[in-house]
């Protein structure tokens, strides 16, 4: 089955302008991910399976392969531009503004990025246990405590207990649907979440899997200017996890404390 046979019909054009987009404005983006997961790098056999990774084995679809190749001439050139098209196409599906999607190469770096810019050694990091593991490197490096809340026993997100372990949270990270359990986070659990967290917090929601569910997105939540950021991937369903772009989508104020610091004028 090919990668554009994942989805139904009626979503098929968007999958494949999405591929086509994103390929384009990845070709261009500088990877720094690896230095701040700091993982060893291996190569592994074409047919193997790593169940660790949760690659698509599939690859990109063929919208996506056709823009690698088109792009390979320019890749002598700076084309920033590339993004900001990807954007567009990505806000106009979505009902969104461009200044509230910034694009990245992969969801990890955002992920990262937002636990370094929200919390610190006076507020803590909470997570699921078990849950995904990336963002307590940063939250080391930040220096903030890491509050680990056991998930329920439908293997869950428990909320409540997140909100109960930390009152002095800077950032809650949700993954939904979860890695590894699958489970998801009800829509009306991520506005509790949002209505009872402290003062200043901030909401993390990782949808790197939200297209193999029929659950409900956060984005709303974003369009309502809560604070919340939204993490999409293409290394997932699109299958391009070795192409790396991903998307941080928030308040364009709490994007902006993503942004890596700039050198004085």
């Known amino acids: ?30 990877t720094t991910e690896a ?36 792009m390979a001439p320019q890749g002598g050139r700076y084309s920033y531009w590339l993004a900001e098209e990807f954007v567009k196409t990505f806000t106009e599906m979505e009902g969104l503004k461009p200044e509230y999607v910034h694009v990245f190469p992969g969801s990890s770096e955002p992920l990262h990025f937002s636990v370094l810019a929200f919390t610190s050694p006076a507020k803590s990091y909470v997570t699921a246990d078990p849950g995904y593991e990336a963002g ?13 809340t056991p998930l329920t026993k439908t293997y869950a997100h428990d909320i409540k207990a997140m909100l109960a372990a930390a009152p002095d949270a800077g950032l809650f990270y949700v993954c939904s649907p979860n890695n590894p359990t699958g489970t998801l986070t009800p829509h009306s659990e991520i506005e509790q979440l949002l209505a009872a967290k402290p003062k200043g917090s901030v909401v993390l929601v990782d949808e790197a899997y939200i297209h193999f569910s029929d659950g409900v997105s956060a984005l709303d939540l ?20 070795g192409i790396r772009c991903g998307m941080a989508i928030g308040r364009p104020d709490l994007l902006a404390k993503l942004d890596p610091p700039q050198p004085p004028a």
């Open 136 to 148: 307590m490197k940063a939250a080391k490096i930040s220096g903030a405590r890491i509050v680990k």
């Open 1 to 30: 089955m090919k990668t554009n046979e994942i989805l139904s019909n009626g979503s098929r054009r968007t999958f494949l302008q999405l591929s086509a987009a994103a390929t384009a404005a990845a070709a261009f983006r500088i």
């Open 222 to 241: 974003v369009k309502a200017d809560r604070d919340l950021i939204v993490l999409r991937t293409f290394s997932k369903i699109y299958g391009m996890a």
């Open 35 to 70: 230095s701040l997961a700091a993982e060893d790098r291996k190569v592994f056999h074409p047919g193997a399976v790593v169940i660790d990774a949760n690659e698509n084995p599939l690859g990109p679809c063929d919208a996506a392969r056709k823009a690698i190749v088109d």
